[in-house]
């Protein structure tokens, strides 16, 4: 794994919950002695906020307004599209029950899934798009083209096999496109996700029909949408990330 991407990794991580929220608490408790009061209340809010991220309904403050940025895809048909790109979004590495060969996780196989429904439906080829940034020997695109031939039935005409994060599945991907001139294509990847994949991929001059999956606002609440959950955190500190991520493209741009 390349330097500068642990590194991004390890600040990702302190700015984002759990980490930061529990660093907060850390810091309270250790200005209790020479500020009781504001160390107490550091501590208890960092708490009381871990608590409310951490439930499903809690999540919906960061992920619906993020998810409302973009829109299901009414026509794929209609869409004007010469290509489907769907990116990654992660893998299992070394699954015993395939083989022990890299597969996609579940967030990426939710995108196959809706690549392969849209490719079938308008018979356009098809892009995936993810490097090795842990290292490994396969590319995530080889193990996202294996499980959309395989389990979908779904043939992929390109692979983009060197990028290491969505600028660069962008960048990437659209220099592999122009040269087959292809100017427009249905861009799949989660609502959250889609926000910023979708600034990136048009600053990499293409044309971009949004295809987003995975609307978590959309799903439905129970009793224990108020309980805290690996869950309800997990897909807090998704949204998080993806806020910090537009904003940082916005300052730089």
Not at 190 to 211: K, T, W, Y
Request: glycine share 8%; with cysteine; aromatic share 6%.
């Amino acid at each position: 794994m390349h330097a500068t991407l642990i590194v991004s990794k390890v600040l990702g991580a302190l700015l984002l919950p759990p980490a930061s929220l529990i660093l907060l608490c850390a810091i309270g408790m250790l200005l209790r002695r020479s500020y009781p009061r504001f160390g107490m209340l550091l501590s208890a809010g960092a708490l009381l906020i871990l608590a409310v991220l951490s439930t499903e309904l809690g999540a919906l403050l960061v992920v619906t307004p993020l998810e409302q940025r973009t829109v299901p895809l009414a026509s794929a048909a209609d869409a004007g599209a010469q290509a489907i790109v769907v990116l990654g979004g992660g893998r299992l590495a070394n699954a015993p029950e395939y083989g022990d060969h890299d597969i996609a996780n579940y967030l990426t196989l939710a995108r196959l899934r809706y690549g392969a429904r849209l490719q079938h439906q308008t018979g356009l080829p098809l892009l995936v798009t993810g490097g090795a940034p842990d290292g490994s020997p396969e590319s995530e695109a080889v193990s996202m083209a294996r499980a959309l031939r395989e389990d979908f039935a779904t043939p992929v005409k390109w692979l983009e096999q060197g990028s290491d994060n969505t600028a660069e599945n962008a960048k990437f991907s659209a220099a592999i496109l122009k040269q087959a001139g292809v100017r427009k294509i249905i861009l799949v990847t989660d609502a959250m996700h889609m926000p910023r994949s979708q600034m990136m991929f048009a600053e990499a001059g293409l044309e971009v029909a949004a295809a987003p999956t995975i609307f978590f606002s959309r799903d439905r609440i129970s009793l224990l949408s108020f309980l805290p959950s690996g869950e309800g955190l997990r897909r807090s500190h998704y949204a998080l990330h993806e806020w910090l991520g537009i904003i940082a493209y916005r300052v730089r741009h």
